[in-house]
């Protein structure tokens, strides 16, 4: 199995400098800057090729920088080794890496959890889930087991179908809970690339591709300034031909033209914008391996957020309830420890899903913030 399935690791390629710079490199923009460099030098223009030289070659050499770290730090978010109990069909337990898992394991779950090193399908036992990695839900998530009989025989398993009773890689196991002394097992059905995590991870490094209006427009502008260039070349040709010019400096001044049209150091004013953007994001924990896209954001008017915690600070504040007494409202009361004993206060205290986990309030964040706005303690 391992031969078919190989290592349950999740690898972000890091590109050497040399491989990135050759894709730099060749792009179009570049290719036309290397091209004015040498026309430059040809009609003795030194200082300004050395100027632009300069410029490009620093401007290549961060972004390079920039790039290659990012994708470092992304590779080392997505690397994770564990040690996982596994049980062989003998009846066998012993300690594996996770790297060494394949689909058809049977692991075991400790009682006080564990970081998820694959998917798995829960056998026994029952888990409380942390998946807020793959979901954004704060609420821990209970895990129970597949369903048995002669009914669930004849099911085929499917993660997607079977959420409920499925442990997704990367999420977080806050407690797993057996019956009469049983263990709480679990068979791996997924590993690697294929997981959820691994899908999430395939998505950040090879994105859709997507037709934005700005890339359109963006080759409609060059197009067009190619279409002027090309038509002042002809116009200059003629002049000097007409004024008996040699041919050396014909072809040098009609190159030449078209450098001034389309502006050589274009690139490097987008690497530096870029790179000043990226340095940005990175200091707010946002991390670009794809630095374009920047560019991309810059076009967005509007964003949707789906849940507080997305665009807010993390977490919820009780700023105060409101009574009613008698049909009507009530001026509102901030602080509502200071409520009289009566059905409010205990409603707010005791209606809730909050539960205690290890001596741990755990439960849905709104409940967690009315319970404790109360000053009541649950035992």
């Known amino acids: 199995r391992r031969k078919i399935y190989g290592p349950n690791l999740i690898e972000v390629p890091v590109k050497s400098y040399a491989r990135l710079l050759v894709e730099e490199v060749l792009n179009p923009f570049y290719i036309f800057q290397v091209f004015s460099i040498v026309l430059w030098v040809c009609d003795a223009y030194y200082y300004y ?58 692991i075991s779950l400790p009682a006080d959890g564990m970081l998820v090193p694959c998917d798995a399908a829960l056998l026994t036992g029952e888990c409380m889930v942390n998946e807020s990695m793959l979901t954004g839900e704060s609420v821990p998530v209970m895990k129970t087991p597949l369903p048995a009989g002669s009914q669930a025989a004849s099911t085929v398993y499917s993660p997607e179908e079977h959420r409920r009773h499925t442990l997704f890689c990367g999420t977080q196991v806050i407690q797993a809970k057996s019956y009469v002394g049983r263990e709480v097992l679990a068979v791996v059905t997924r590993t690697g690339f294929c997981t959820a995590k691994g899908d999430l991870i395939s998505s950040i490094l090879y994105p859709k591709p997507v037709s934005f209006k700005f890339y359109k427009d963006a080759v409609k502008f060059v197009l067009f300034l190619a279409v002027l260039a090309f038509i002042g070349t002809l116009y200059s040709i003629l002049i000097l031909v007409k004024n008996q010019v040699p041919v050396e400096q014909i072809i040098i001044r009609a190159l030449d033209l078209v450098t001034v049209i389309v502006p050589p150091a274009l690139p490097a004013a987008m690497t530096v914008g870029t790179i000043y953007a990226q340095n940005r994001l990175k200091k707010q924990g946002i991390f670009c391996i794809s630095p374009p896209r920047i560019n991309l954001c810059g076009k967005i008017r509007l964003v949707c957020f789906d849940k507080t915690g997305t665009l807010t600070e993390e977490g919820l504040d009780v700023w105060g309830v409101v009574p009613l007494e008698n049909n009507h409202f009530m001026p509102i009361v901030h602080e509502p420890r200071c409520l009289p004993a009566g059905p409010l206060l205990y409603s707010l205290a005791a209606c809730h899903t909050v539960s205690l986990l290890r001596a741990q309030p755990v439960g849905d964040p709104v409940d967690l913030k009315m319970v404790e706005s109360t000053g009541w303690v649950r035992q």
Do not use: H, W
């Not at 030289?53 to 470092?72: C, D, H, M, P, V």
């Not at 109990?85 to 012993?94: A, I, K, N, Q, W």
């Open 49 to 106: 090729a050395a100027c632009i030289f300069l410029i490009s070659t620093i401007s290549l050499g961060l972004s390079l920088y920039e790039t290659r770290k990012q994708s470092a730090t992304l590779q080392n978010m997505a690397k994770m080794s564990v040690g996982v109990r596994v049980r062989r069909p003998s009846g066998e337990e012993m300690v594996v890496s996770s790297a060494d898992l394949v689909p058809g394991d049977c």
